[in-house]
């Protein structure tokens, strides 16, 4: 078993920033690909962004790229998600995943999610 917890939510304006952490214990965290998928009222669960075991091979979904930023800490335990130039179509429940593909779906594992609110 994998658990998952995230933290960092909150409100924002559009054009600001937020980071997202999630801490993860359980199995050998380094085994596997971790990701960040969002879900907003009345919407499906969608990709965010995944990194590989080593953290050196990153994908987004194009609705974020080169706006966040997926990182890990293999030491600690940890996925970050940096989130820039906000805009009120982020807004969503953001959750932490673990995926042993990395070119998997990231539904191996999930957290309970951190909300994130862009106010226009």
């Known amino acids: 078993q994998v658990q998952l917890v995230e933290s960092g939510g909150g409100l924002v304006q559009a054009g600001g920033s937020l980071r997202l952490s999630c801490v993860v214990s359980?199995?050998?965290?380094?085994?596997?690909?971790m990701g960040w998928l969002r879900q907003a009222p009345g919407k499906e669960r969608e990709f965010v962004a995944a990194i590989n075991l080593s953290g050196l091979r990153t994908r987004y979904a194009d609705s974020v790229k080169g706006r966040f930023i997926i990182s890990r800490d293999n030491a600690r335990k940890m996925v970050y998600l940096q989130m820039n130039s906000l805009k009120p179509e982020d807004t969503a429940v953001y959750y932490c995943?673990?995926?042993?593909?990395?070119?998997?779906?990231?539904?191996?594992?999930w957290g309970q999610g951190t909300q994130v609110t862009v106010s226009s």
């Open positions: 359980g199995r050998t965290f380094s085994n596997y690909a």
């Open positions: 995943a673990a995926d042993e593909n990395y070119w998997g779906t990231l539904d191996d594992y």
